[in-house]
């Protein structure tokens, strides 16, 4: 039977489900930023900081899984169904261990951490409250992401988004009720936030897991044929594969979090930009890692088939729709400013004109980020994680954190040039990236 690579439509079919459903796991922080701004700039100045702390926990989840994907999706696309199971446990595994690890740290040493950090001790407080309730939301992602990434690498990805329909809207109105102490509940603030996040990640934890059970009595797995008792050299097995991949998401969601905490020193007005204008970017950036994502399982599954010859033909197609998506991302970047006077009313026009300010990198931003991402992706799939880490981590720990520090704490420089740092290193990491993709080596790395 003769093999066709897969088409742009078969990509975006797979791609846009993967792509809503980044953006609404995005809107978890976005949801309660919106809902805690009229509590005043101290509140986002507090959700800032847990948001940096919660966004490693987060960052190390989604890295994990990220590895996850790649081996269920090579796995499938060599129709070995035992190395799917292995791989969807192992990752299973992994995540609950990250969790573990998480909670304990979060009671223990993060109380001391948030109070050198914050400006006030109602910042540091209300920020310590916050993600002692978040905690619960790390339980929830653990399962619900590890679910996520079996159905998005075996061209499932619809499911998950499914999920995430049901979880916003129940997210929005329980925070709404806690925050503000409607229906007869007491205002919490903050904690009110995390307490809508807790309820609507244990929805759609339970959705997932609903529709998890009904596809494996699908494909026939009963209680009767279920796969051997989960060992260690199955943990390790999948751990060799997806640390290097995890360890380029862990690189950037420490960096972006240590630098974060930088950034709390430039005042609040200005750090409050900083917090307000972070999500947003993220959201609109997800568009370019959902396609990338996409091309990248669909890589995997022709990596599994050793269908080589196809690849070139694939890949080059991609590529040149991601060029339209940075365009239309850097649409997006421009457009949102004008919402934001709408989103957030009571914000002090210092804040306002610093958000401004930062419209001119971000256009930039979007058509590099957009072709680097896809190529991260891509090399990742054909199991050139290594390189790609390197990218990554070098760029990021002995240029962009330094800077930041310098920039910050020694040249008090404003909030601008420290958002510049960002084109800076998307610059600096297109050139090792192109090079590596164009030299073709990935394609035999196979996992």
Sequence with gaps: MTQTAPTMKSNFGLAWPIGMNAVLLQLILVIDTVLVTPLGEESVAAMGIAASIAGIILGLLFAFSNGTQLVIAQAFGAQNTALVSRGFRSGRFVNVAIVVISILLIFTVSKHLIELIADTEDVAVMAYDYLRVFSLVTIGVAFSQNITVYFNATGNSKIPFYANIVEIPVNVVVSTVFIYGYLGFPALGLVGAGIGSAVAILCRTSFLLLFYSKHQSKIGVTKANKPAKLIKADVLFHLKYATPIAGTFVSAVLVNSICMLIYAKLGV???????????????????????????????????????????????????????????????????????????????????????????????????????????????????????????????????????????????????????????????????????????????????
Aim: overall charge positive; hydrophobic content about 55%; charged content about 10%.
């Design 269 to 447: 007005n200005q750090f409050a930009a900083l917090i307000l204008i972070a999500p947003w970017v993220k959201v609109s950036a997800q568009l370019a890692t959902a396609w990338a994502q996409a091309t990248s399982i669909n890589v995997g599954h022709l990596l599994g088939k050793k269908s080589w010859g196809l690849l070139d033909t694939f890949i080059s197609k991609a590529w040149r729709v991601s060029f339209y998506i940075g365009v239309l991302i850097a649409i997006a970047y421009v457009s949102m400013f004008y919402l934001f006077k709408l989103i957030y009313p009571e914000l002090q026009q210092e804040t306002v004109d610093t958000l401004w300010q930062f419209v001119p990198i971000l256009f930039i931003i979007a058509f590099i980020r957009t072709s680097n991402t896809f190529c991260g992706n891509v090399l990742r799939a054909g199991g050139d994680a290594t390189h790609v880490f390197k990218i990554h981590a070098y760029t990021q720990w002995f240029i962009i954190l330094p800077l930041s520090a310098l920039f910050v704490l020694y040249w008090e420089l404003s909030a601008v040039w420290v958002f510049a740092l960002t084109l800076l290193e998307e610059v600096i990491k297109s050139i090792p990236f192109h090079i590596r993709m164009l030299g073709g080596k990935w394609k035999k790395s196979l996992v």
